[in-house]
């Protein structure tokens, strides 16, 4: 799952790497989604604060802890674009979202998905047949259902995918949505 609303995902800017807190709001969406965690055995999450404090509110709520922090679940590097917005982006760098080009030191699938994966083998055999989840962010998610499926869409916060292990690989069970726009608000940023 991604983490809550953090204070980049309100000004529109790409985090990568950076580590910016969780909003108010953000707070609010991991206690709702709390609610519709169901049973875990484990939490783990990425190394950024965003996803940790995601995790230690979803936490406390469900009474499933400690919450587990491993720095393979950490956001892709965006390179020179962490911290500017797609406005800033398209002024320094005319075209190059439309064309997908990316900077220097701009992390790309592959790494990504290596880590990822390396952790999931790595779950799956310290909890076979459990539930773990797992917070990170939204580039590492994409990364991952590109890999799994050929498809990645937007994710939104607190939205996700239910992954499958067997022991041997993953695959895509169903793209998640831990709350409902009924019950508190939802930031979909255009970003990483």
């Known amino acids: 799952m991604r ?3 953090s204070t980049w ?9 950076a580590d910016p807190p ?11 989604a709390a609610q519709a965690v169901g049973a875990v055995d484990a939490i783990v999450a990425s190394d950024l604060q965003r996803a940790i404090h995601t995790a230690a509110i979803i936490s406390t709520a469900i009474g499933v802890g400690p919450v587990l922090v491993d720095p393979r679940m950490r956001e892709r590097n965006a390179g020179e674009w962490q911290g500017l917005t797609r406005d800033e982006i ?5 075209g190059w979202l439309k064309d997908k080009k990316r900077p220097d030191g701009f992390e790309h699938d592959e790494p990504v998905v290596a880590r990822a994966l390396g952790l999931l083998d790595e779950l799956a055999a310290t ?8 917070i990170t962010h939204g580039g590492v998610i994409r990364a991952l259902e ?14 996700g995918l239910a992954i499958e292990h067997d022991g041997m690989r993953a695959r895509v ?3 998640v949505l831990l709350i409902d726009a009924d019950q508190i608000e939802i930031t979909i940023p255009g970003q990483i």
């Open 9 to 17: 995902n309100v000004e529109g800017r790409w985090q990568g790497q």
């Open 90 to 94: 398209e002024e320094r760098y005319p």
């Open 22 to 32: 969780l909003t108010e709001l953000g707070e609010r969406q991991a206690a709702v």
């Open 127 to 134: 909890y076979e047949d459990a539930a773990v989840l797992i």
């Open 173 to 175: 069970i169903e793209r």
């Open 3 to 5: 983490h809550g609303e």
């Open 146 to 159: 590109r890999h799994l499926t050929d498809d990645a869409g937007m994710v939104p916060n607190l939205g």
